[in-house]
């Protein structure tokens, strides 16, 4: 049985209460549908890495400087780089999405070139764990070069296998994208077969390479895709308190308007902080679909860790068995959860089979109280001492 913690608990009990205490008045009728937080705004964003999606313009060209690879370097370390640009290309053409170019960097005047175009700048950083900086000012003021970049630097320990993976994961940054659970490719504990990062082993191996999913290719064509969206969705929902548990109910509509035909085939939620697979019951999904969840709950200090980008939140994703069970334009499909948790905001998005994704703000079960919730709970609670006194006064008359 899934137990909720103190701060929870009590705030459902006040809910309760108070609607105990002034039945029909319009006290409680006002606390409750606000707590209950019915929204259906939409975010402006896909999951992004801080302000990525103003790195770069749509459709862009973006130029990559790479340091010539040190003597201690595996064999491998410059095709390494190719195969990694290669990848993410491969991944974006299809919608018109950013296209990387590796400059010629052979001698030394073509690198003074190099530098004057530069949008980001690969660096090697021997036993030092990769990492990936935000767009800044740096390479402009203290490197020679002429723009701000995107500086990576990749570690070189390992074998060729390893820089192809370390690169394939920073570049995915580089281009905006922040760790994901839903991604296996970007994740903080990618290509490692446990809960922790990845070991020197799990990099090495001769397993094949992850390649951008299909999360990762939803998120590069919002933030730079060229081409028509051939699907758009909306999502109402809302959470009510039934006196056991707060039921969450999400109410994904996919628009049917001229150029849309594909489906939805994914409704995903990132979980608040805390928030575990235990902690709620998936209790409305349509046929042929499935709930999964991701887990976010990374044990810190593996090698993409601490790699510059944010943590990932746990997610829920809904995923339909075949197109064929997506929602499909016109449609409105139910999901359901169940909680002792109360609401706090958060962020779901959908996916096609086309990689369009749309994105709301919703509400999923919170470990605590948010404090625009607590603040709202104090006012009504004051409406109800100043409505118990009213009534009290005129009893005394």
């Known amino acids: 049985m899934i137990q909720p913690d103190r701060g929870s608990r009590a705030l459902a009990g006040l809910v309760a209460q108070v609607a105990k205490w002034i039945h029909g008045s319009i006290v409680p009728i006002a606390l409750l549908a606000a707590l209950a937080g019915f929204t259906a705004s939409q975010a402006f964003a896909w999951t992004k890495w801080d302000d990525a999606d103003k790195w770069w313009t749509k459709g862009g060209t973006l130029n990559v400087y790479v340091e010539d690879p040190p003597a201690g370097a595996p064999a491998g370390t410059s095709a390494a780089v190719d195969e990694a640009i290669k990848e993410w290309n491969d991944a974006q053409a299809p919608f018109g999405g950013l296209k990387l170019v590796r400059q010629d960097t052979s001698s030394d005047d073509k690198k003074k070139e190099a530098k004057k175009t530069a949008d980001i700048h690969i660096s090697w950083t021997g036993a030092t764990d990769s990492e990936t900086n935000k767009k800044d000012a740096v390479d402009k003021t203290s490197n020679g070069f002429t723009k701000e970049t995107v500086r990576v630097g990749i570690k070189t320990t390992g074998n060729s296998n390893a820089i192809t993976r370390r690169l394939k994961h920073e570049i995915g940054h580089a281009e905006g994208l922040d760790h994901d659970a839903r991604s296996a490719l970007m994740r903080e504990n990618a290509y490692s077969k446990t809960n922790a990062g990845p070991t020197l082993a799990d990099l090495n191996s001769a397993d094949p390479f992850i390649s951008?999913?299909?999360?990762?290719?939803?998120?590069?064509?919002?933030?730079?895709?060229?081409?028509?969206?051939?699907?758009?969705?909306?999502?109402?929902?809302?959470?009510?308190?039934?006196?056991?548990?707060?039921?969450?109910?999400?109410?994904?509509?996919?628009?049917?308007?001229?150029?849309?035909?594909?489906?939805?085939?994914?409704?995903?939620?990132?979980?608040?902080?805390?928030?575990?697979?235990?902690?709620?019951?998936?209790?409305?999904?349509?046929?042929?679909?499935?709930s999964v969840f991701f887990d976010g709950n990374i044990i810190p200090g593996g090698e993409f860790s601490d790699d510059g980008a944010d943590p990932s939140p746990s997610v829920l994703s809904f995923l339909a068995d075949l197109p064929s069970f997506g929602i499909q334009p016109g449609q409105t499909f139910n999901f359901e959860l169940a909680s002792p948790f109360a609401p706090g905001n958060t962020r779901a998005f959908t996916n096609s089979p086309s990689f369009d994704s749309d994105e709301f703000i919703i509400q999923a079960p919170s470990r605590a109280p948010e404090p625009s919730t607590l603040a709202l709970l104090a006012s009504a609670l004051a409406g109800l001492v100043t409505t118990w006194r009213v009534r009290q006064s005129a009893v005394t008359i």
């Not at 990762?216 to 699907?231: E, H, P, V």
């Not at 049917?256 to 902690?279: A, K, M, N, R, W």
């Open 212 to 290: 951008p999913t299909d999360d990762d290719k939803a998120g590069k064509k919002s933030m730079w895709g060229t081409t028509k969206k051939l699907s758009e969705s909306e999502d109402a929902s809302g959470a009510v308190f039934n006196g056991t548990n707060w039921v969450y109910d999400y109410n994904v509509h996919a628009l049917d308007l001229p150029g849309l035909t594909d489906p939805v085939t994914e409704f995903s939620i990132q979980l608040l902080s805390g928030i575990g697979l235990g902690d709620f019951s998936v209790t409305g999904i349509p046929t042929g679909w499935h």
